[in-house]
Each structure stands twice: as structure tokens, then as C-alpha cells.
């Protein structure tokens, strides 16, 4: 039997599931889609690519790059991870689509219908809230990333966007991980940045985008050191060693603190202009559309997770 007709026996047995749990009696309203977030996926013998995936899923959910999330759950899931199935129904579930939050009851039904517990448990939680709204639970087919492995576009709604500026203890953490020189560049960066009016998190976003903390790093354009100083640029902030590590990231800052200026702390903005130049973004009228520079700004993006800047208190 192919796997698409096979997916579609088990869905309506699925949904005959769903049917036996919508008659089968009021429960505590205490689980939610998405809230409280689910545990680390738990060891498990299944293949390593299926671990794999799975543990890669999680950790871009945890990341909050839900898109990439939920293809990873689906392609898991098409090849029978039922934790996968699981997490990947509870993530559609939660979407402003319509069409998707069906597919994802049916994928938490699929998930039941295997014995997951967690999944009976979040199907009678709908069941009884649509029961108490009146309305019937909507079941639509499994999304097609089950059946022929496309890929699975994750509808976000605007408050899943990331506007909070990720937590300053991830990122103290994150720093201490890195090894020795990196960590003592990253270190620098963090003492020095409040006093160019520029948030340390910012700041280490563009020099590990940069150079990764790399004090030596050249590139084939001659952009140098942990912030890639061009030499022009290095002239222009008062640099007069580009290859000294501290000057180098005072002249990085000092262009840092111009471009936030100059662009209002759109940091989107911003990170496009110190990879690009300020007037490549005046000219496009946004983020250019080089292939590169998106890129970087996206790597900015889910470093530093906020649109805006948001300026450090003052130092001396």
C-alpha cells in the first residue's frame, strides 16, 4: 500500500477517534497548543536520523524559528517518528490559519491514534472547548509535508515575530561557551559597546556575523579584524590600527552608533548598511536584494530576535 493512501486510512481512523473523545464526557480545560511548551524530546531507539530531526525541530522551536520547526516535525513524522507527529499536530494547531489548524487536529488524531498520550490528552482539551463554544472541531487532512515531504510553510501570526531582544543571561551564557580568544574578543565587545550607545547583544550579533570573533579574519574584499573594518571605514571612525582588536571594535561601534542613528535603530536596517554600505540601502529603499545581505540580516535577526534597538543605559 503507498504511503499516501496509507496516511489517509489511518487519518479516518483518526477522526473517528476525535468523534469517540468529543462524546466521551467534559475535561479540565488545563492544556493549550503551544502552552505550556513541550519538554525536550525524550532518548528513544528510533533511527538517528529520525532522532536527528527530531532533536533538530526542537531546538529550532526552542530558537524561535517555528517555520523551520515545523518542517523538520513533518518530515519526522512522514517517516513514522510518533513524537514528531505529536509536536508538529500541536504546533499547526496553534496557527492563524484556518486551513493549518485543521491540519494539525488531524495530526494530533494521527498521533492518538498511535497511543500517544500527550496527544489524546491535547485532543479532548479542543474537543472540550469546541464543544463549549458550540462550534464542531475543525478535522482537515494531513498536511501534505506527510504525504509527498514538500515543504511545510508555517503560517505565523505577527505576535510570534520576535520584538523582546533575546535575554541577557542566554547571551552571558552563550559567550562563556565560546572558547578562550573568541570569548575574551566577545567579552571586549560587551564592555565597550554601552559606551557608543549600542546594546551589547547588538553588538555581538554583528561581530560573530562578521568575523565570529575571529581578531585575525580577513576577507577577500580586505575587510579586516573582529568587526571587518574596511580600511576606508577604519579611517573614517579615527581606526589607526585596524589589526588591534580594541581599536578595531571601537571603530566598529563608532559606525554602529552612526548607522542606528541614521536609520532610526531599525536594526534590520542597520546590519543591511554594515554589510552592504548605508548607501545601498538608501538606494533599494529597504534591505537590498543581494543574496548575501539578506542572509546576514537574518542571522542578525535571530541572534538578537527585535526589529528595534534598544540603547544600553548610559556608561562613562
Not at 177 to 190: E, N, S, T, V
Not at 218 to 224: L, R, T
Not at 262 to 285: I, K, P, Q, W
Request: charged share 20%.
Amino acid at each position: 500500500m503507498c504511503v499516501r493512501w496509507s496516511v489517509r486510512l489511518k487519518w479516518r481512523a483518526a477522526w473517528a477517534l476525535v468523534w469517540a473523545l468529543g462524546l466521551s464526557g467534559g475535561v479540565a480545560a488545563s492544556v493549550r497548543p503551544g502552552m505550556p511548551a513541550d519538554p525536550p524530546p525524550d532518548w528513544t531507539e528510533d533511527a538517528p536520523v529520525l532522532s536527528r530531526l527530531l532533536e533538530q525541530a526542537y531546538a529550532a522551536q526552542v530558537a524561535g524559528w517555528l517555520p523551520e520547526a515545523a518542517d523538520r516535525y513533518c518530515q519526522a513524522a512522514r517517516l513514522g517518528q510518533l513524537d514528531a507527529q505529536y509536536r508538529l499536530g500541536r504546533m499547526l494547531a496553534d496557527s492563524p490559519d484556518a486551513t493549518q489548524r485543521a491540519q494539525g487536529h488531524a495530526s494530533l488524531a494521527l498521533a492518538a491514534q498511535r497511543g500517544h498520550e500527550q496527544a489524546t490528552r491535547v485532543l479532548l482539551e479542543l474537543q472540550a472547548a469546541a464543544t463549549a463554544s458550540g462550534t464542531p472541531l475543525p478535522m482537515g487532512d494531513p498536511p501534505g509535508c506527510q504525504l509527498t515531504g514538500e515543504a511545510l510553510a508555517l503560517a505565523l501570526p505577527a505576535a510570534a515575530e520576535p520584538t523582546e531582544v533575546v535575554p541577557h543571561e542566554v547571551v552571558e551564557r552563550y559567550v562563556l561557551a565560546l572558547p578562550g580568544d573568541k570569548r575574551r574578543h566577545a567579552q571586549l565587545i560587551q564592555h565597550l559597546a554601552p559606551r557608543f550607545a549600542v546594546d551589547p547583544r547588538f553588538a555581538l550579533a554583528i561581530a560573530r556575523a562578521e568575523s565570529n570573533f575571529d581578531a585575525e579574519a580577513v576577507s577577500p574584499k580586505n575587510a579586516q579584524g573582529l568587526m571587518q573594518l574596511i580600511p576606508d571605514t577604519a579611517e573614517r571612525f579615527g581606526v589607526r590600527n585596524i589589526r588591534d582588536p580594541e581599536q578595531n571594535v571601537r571603530g566598529g561601534l563608532a559606525y554602529l552608533k552612526w548607522l542606528l542613528a541614521r536609520f532610526d535603530g531599525d536594526v534590520a536596517l542597520t546590519s543591511a548598511a554594515y554589510n552592504a554600505g548605508e548607501r545601498a540601502v538608501e538606494r533599494h529603499g529597504g534591505v537590498p536584494p543581494y543574496q548575501e545581505t539578506q542572509a546576514y540580516v537574518k542571522r542578525i535577526l535571530r541572534f538578537y530576535r527585535s526589529e528595534l534597538h534598544h540603547a544600553p543605559a548610559r556608561t562613562r
